[in-house]
C-alpha cells in the first residue's frame, strides 16, 4: 500500500489500526498485528495499574514498533443510591431468578477515567501513541503527555467533535460511523439522532480538517479498507473483524454469538454500562429495552448487570453478557491476527 501521511506520521507501515476492544484482548492481539506492519492497540480503560503496568512491560519486551493505548475521558458523577435502587427494582426479577442477593452488590465505579495516577504509570514507558474516548484529558494533563512526544488520537462521532478535537492539538482523529461495535465515543451531545453512517461522516470530517483521519466502523476486509481510502481517510481502524482472531480473549459465548445469523442484528443500547454502545441484540435488551429511562450514568450501570452476567454465564447464558460487535462480521476468521492484518491491507 501507498506510504501515505499516517504512516510517515506515526511510524507504521500499513494505514491499518487494530480498534482496542476491551474485554477481549491483552497485548498478544496487539503484537500480532504490529507483526504484519499495522498499529496494534491495547485497551486501558479497564485495567488496574499493576496489570497496566505488566502490560506494557510485556510489549516492551516483544515489540519496538509503536503500540496505541487507549484511555477513557469520562467524567465520573456521584453515586445515586435512589437511581441505582430503582435499577435494582427494575431488574430484580432477574436477580430472583439467578439467585443473586442483589443489597450486597459494590457502589464503586469499575472504570477510571485517564488520571495523573495512570500518567504516572505510563510516563516510564514513553508511549508513542495515545488514544482517547468520549473526550480528552483536561488541559494539563493533556500537555504533560504531549512533552513525552506522544501522538494523540481521539474519537469524533460529529463533525463538532472533530472541529473540537482539532481546536485542542491531538494530531489525528478517529472519524466513528454508527456501525461501529463497541462504546460510542460521542462527548459534545448525548442525542444519538446525531450519529452517522461512517460513510456519510467521513468525508464531511476529511472536508473539515487538516490533520490525519482515521476511519472507523463497519469494515471488515480490504474492499471496505479501500473504500474509506478514497472517501479521503488516511487510515482505517477495525475492530469487530477481529474478534475472532487467535490471539484475541473473546469468550465462547461471544464467539458463539458473531458466529450465528445473530450477528445480523444489532442494537445501541446503554443497559450494560449507563452509554450507548453497539452490540449483538440478547435477552437483556429484549426485555429491559434497548435505551430505558431509568438506567443509570455510566459507569454504575455495569453494577447491576455485571453481576447478572456472571451469574448467566455460569450457567452457559449470554443473556446479560454485552456481545460487543459491529453491524459487519464478514470479514471474522478463527486465523492469526497477524494474517488478518495482511487481508485487510490486499497482501494475503
Same mark, same amino acid.
Given at each position: 500500500?501507498?506510504?501515505?501521511?499516517?504512516?510517515?506520521?506515526?511510524?507504521?507501515?500499513?494505514?491499518?489500526?487494530?480498534?482496542?476492544?476491551?474485554?477481549?484482548?491483552?497485548?498478544?492481539?496487539?503484537?500480532?498485528?504490529?507483526?504484519?506492519?499495522?498499529?496494534?492497540?491495547?485497551?486501558?480503560?479497564?485495567?488496574?495499574?499493576?496489570?497496566?503496568?505488566?502490560?506494557?512491560?510485556?510489549?516492551?519486551?516483544?515489540?519496538?514498533?509503536?503500540?496505541?493505548?487507549?484511555?477513557?475521558?469520562?467524567?465520573?458523577?456521584? !453515586?445515586?443510591?435512589?437511581?441505582?435502587?430503582?435499577?435494582?427494582?427494575?431488574?430484580?426479577? !432477574?436477580?430472583?431468578?439467578?439467585?443473586?442477593?442483589?443489597?450486597?452488590?459494590?457502589?464503586?465505579?469499575?472504570?477510571?477515567?485517564?488520571?495523573?495516577?495512570?500518567?504516572?504509570?505510563?510516563?516510564?514507558?514513553?508511549?508513542?501513541?495515545?488514544?482517547?474516548?468520549?473526550?480528552?484529558?483536561?488541559?494539563?494533563?493533556?500537555?504533560?503527555?504531549?512533552?513525552?512526544?506522544?501522538?494523540?488520537?481521539?474519537?469524533?462521532?460529529?463533525?463538532?467533535?472533530?472541529?473540537?478535537?482539532?481546536?485542542?492539538?491531538?494530531?489525528?482523529?478517529?472519524?466513528?460511523?454508527?456501525?461501529?461495535?463497541?462504546?460510542?465515543?460521542?462527548?459534545?451531545?448525548?442525542?444519538?439522532?446525531?450519529?452517522?453512517?461512517?460513510?456519510?461522516?467521513?468525508?464531511?470530517?476529511?472536508?473539515?480538517?487538516?490533520?490525519?483521519?482515521?476511519?472507523?466502523?463497519?469494515?471488515?476486509?480490504?474492499?471496505?479498507?479501500?473504500?474509506?481510502?478514497?472517501?479521503?481517510?488516511?487510515?482505517?481502524?477495525?475492530?469487530?473483524?477481529?474478534?475472532?482472531?487467535?490471539?484475541?480473549?473473546?469468550?465462547?459465548?461471544?464467539?458463539?454469538?458473531?458466529?450465528?445469523?445473530?450477528?445480523?442484528?444489532?442494537?445501541?443500547?446503554?443497559?450494560?454500562?449507563?452509554?450507548?454502545?453497539?452490540?449483538?441484540?440478547?435477552?437483556?435488551?429484549?426485555?429491559?429495552?434497548?435505551?430505558?429511562?431509568?438506567?443509570?450514568?455510566?459507569? !454504575?450501570?455495569?453494577?447491576?448487570?455485571?453481576?447478572?452476567?456472571?451469574?448467566?454465564?455460569?450457567?452457559?447464558?449470554?443473556?446479560?453478557?454485552?456481545?460487543?460487535?459491529?453491524?459487519?462480521?464478514?470479514?471474522?476468521?478463527?486465523?492469526?491476527?497477524?494474517?488478518?492484518?495482511?487481508?485487510?491491507?490486499?497482501?494475503?
Amino acid at each position: 500500500m501507498a506510504q501515505g501521511r499516517f504512516q510517515q506520521d506515526f511510524a507504521v507501515d500499513l494505514p491499518l489500526i487494530q480498534a482496542p476492544m476491551a474485554g477481549v484482548q491483552d497485548a498478544a492481539l496487539a503484537l500480532a498485528v504490529n507483526q504484519a506492519g499495522g498499529l496494534g492497540s491495547l485497551p486501558c480503560a479497564m485495567l488496574d495499574l499493576e496489570t497496566l503496568v505488566s502490560e506494557l512491560t510485556h510489549l516492551k519486551a516483544h515489540t519496538c514498533r509503536p503500540v496505541n493505548l487507549n484511555f477513557f475521558c469520562h467524567q465520573v458523577p456521584a !453515586y445515586d443510591p435512589h437511581q441505582q435502587t430503582q435499577w435494582r427494582q427494575r431488574l430484580q426479577p !432477574y436477580f430472583d431468578e439467578l439467585g443473586i442477593t442483589s443489597n450486597t452488590l459494590p457502589t464503586g465505579a469499575s472504570r477510571i477515567p485517564f488520571d495523573h495516577q495512570v500518567a504516572n504509570a505510563i510516563e516510564p514507558f514513553q508511549p508513542a501513541i495515545i488514544s482517547f474516548h468520549f473526550g480528552l484529558p483536561e488541559p494539563s494533563l493533556l500537555q504533560r503527555v504531549k512533552t513525552w512526544g506522544t501522538k494523540i488520537l481521539a474519537s469524533a462521532t460529529t463533525v463538532a467533535e472533530a472541529l473540537w478535537l482539532e481546536s485542542q492539538g491531538v494530531d489525528a482523529i478517529i472519524a466513528q460511523g454508527l456501525e461501529a461495535g463497541g462504546h460510542r465515543g460521542m462527548f459534545l451531545s448525548t442525542d444519538l439522532n446525531t450519529q452517522m453512517g461512517l460513510f456519510a461522516l467521513l468525508p464531511q470530517i476529511v472536508a473539515q480538517v487538516q490533520v490525519p483521519v482515521i476511519a472507523a466502523g463497519g469494515i471488515s476486509d480490504a474492499q471496505g479498507v479501500q473504500a474509506a481510502l478514497t472517501l479521503g481517510a488516511d487510515a482505517v481502524q477495525v475492530g469487530s473483524a477481529y474478534l475472532l482472531c487467535t490471539e484475541a480473549k473473546t469468550s465462547a459465548l461471544h464467539k458463539a454469538a458473531i458466529q450465528s445469523p445473530r450477528a445480523h442484528k444489532t442494537a445501541i443500547t446503554c443497559i450494560f454500562s449507563g452509554k450507548p454502545a453497539r452490540g449483538i441484540v440478547n435477552r437483556a435488551m429484549q426485555e429491559i429495552g434497548t435505551m430505558p429511562n431509568q438506567v443509570p450514568a455510566f459507569p !454504575y450501570a455495569s453494577i447491576e448487570m455485571g453481576a447478572l452476567r456472571s451469574q448467566a454465564e455460569t450457567l452457559g447464558l449470554d443473556d446479560f453478557t454485552p456481545l460487543w460487535c459491529g453491524q459487519n462480521t464478514s470479514g471474522c476468521a478463527p486465523i492469526s491476527a497477524t494474517e488478518l492484518t495482511l487481508r485487510l491491507a490486499g497482501l494475503a
